[in-house]
């Protein structure tokens, strides 16, 4: 099952229409923008396009050994002309961290709500599991065959961004283009291993230090997670190896929700949340300016951090008793 969306048509014709694309998408990407880029950039140069895909910031280390990922260009501004720019999973262009993008021909291509439609065209489909599952369909239509690389970036893709297939946007849709990116080649047990157990002893003691820290609201319900630049350097890690650490506080069954600060600068905090269930924390999140899905999404906080906490937890606990959440 394919989406029918009048949008790909368009990006098609764009597609089939121009010669030189360079893609982008969000800073501090995860296996959702890495695998969407670069499913997008093999389709693209199967179809004899130049391509460059140019990001921010750099994968998280163990996105390093799929193919592709060590030639994306990290830089801060686009340098060079290219015919268009292919941007996904941004709400906005300015979310890419990327200067310059907004000089080309702009097809933006997101699931998250609340894109603010920035592309000369715009594909918005919030039913995606994964912005994997939108590049599946345009590679379709293009005409392209699905190889392992582009098989295997989807895939990583649809794998990440459901959290293993544990959030509430999945659908059959998602199972079926997972079939066939088996059937293309892809070896679930090979990519799952590369995303979950290629850690090193640093993101262990980390995992160790932050969780030990862990702190559970008065209701049983919510667990607060935290972490700062201190804590980092003393366990060994780096902020980067805390992915997937979010998720697990929600393995233990009382939890509903889970959020996390980051210090990112003095008291300018990045904060994660995840939910169970019909818990919108998306809902939270563009509350404080930010956004994403029902189920996972994230913000941008600035304060003293006894006040930040208690003030996400008010939200985040009428979410979960499902109350609007307003500030």
Not at 101 to 116: E, K
Not at 261 to 270: I, M, T
Request: net charge negative; hydrophobic share 45%.
């Amino acid at each position: 099952m394919t989406s029918s969306a009048p949008e790909i048509q368009q990006i098609v014709d764009a597609i089939r229409g121009r010669q030189r694309f360079v893609l982008s998408s969000h800073f501090r990407p995860d296996g959702d923008s890495i695998g969407s880029q670069l499913a997008m950039a093999y389709a693209l140069r199967a179809l004899g396009k130049d391509v460059v895909v140019v990001n921010a910031d750099a994968a998280p280390p163990p996105l390093m050994a799929f193919p592709g990922v060590p030639d994306i260009r990290i830089a801060p501004a686009i340098d060079g002309d290219f015919d268009a720019a292919i941007i996904m999973e941004c709400g906005d262009i300015g979310r890419t961290g990327v200067a310059g993008l907004d000089r080309f021909f702009v097809i933006n291509i997101d699931h998250h709500p609340g894109n603010t439609g920035y592309g000369r065209i715009n594909w918005f489909d919030a039913g995606a599991a994964a912005c994997g599952e939108m590049v599946f369909d345009l590679v379709r239509a293009l005409g392209v065959k699905l190889s392992l690389e582009i098989a295997t970036h989807i895939y990583l893709a649809i794998l990440t961004d459901t959290g293993s297939f544990h959030y509430s946007s999945i659908s059959t849709r998602t199972f079926d283009i997972c079939h066939e990116a088996l059937d293309a080649g892809v070896d679930p047990v090979l990519v799952a291993r590369n995303v979950y157990d290629s850690n090193n002893m640093g993101r262990l003691k980390l995992f160790g230090a932050v969780l030990s820290a862990m702190q559970i609201d008065g209701t049983g319900r919510i667990a607060i997670v935290y972490l700062d630049h201190e804590m980092a350097r003393e366990a060994g890690g780096t902020y980067e190896d805390t992915e997937g650490l979010i998720n697990l506080p929600l393995t233990v069954k009382e939890i509903q929700a889970v959020v996390f600060f980051k210090q990112a600068e003095g008291e300018e905090y990045r904060v994660s949340m995840r939910s169970k269930g019909n818990i919108d924390i998306g809902a939270v999140a563009k509350e404080f300016g930010g956004g994403g899905h029902k189920n996972a999404a994230g913000c941008t906080v600035n304060g003293a951090i006894d006040a930040l906490q208690k003030l996400l937890l008010e939200k985040i606990e009428q979410a979960i008793d499902g109350r609007p959440v307003s500030r």
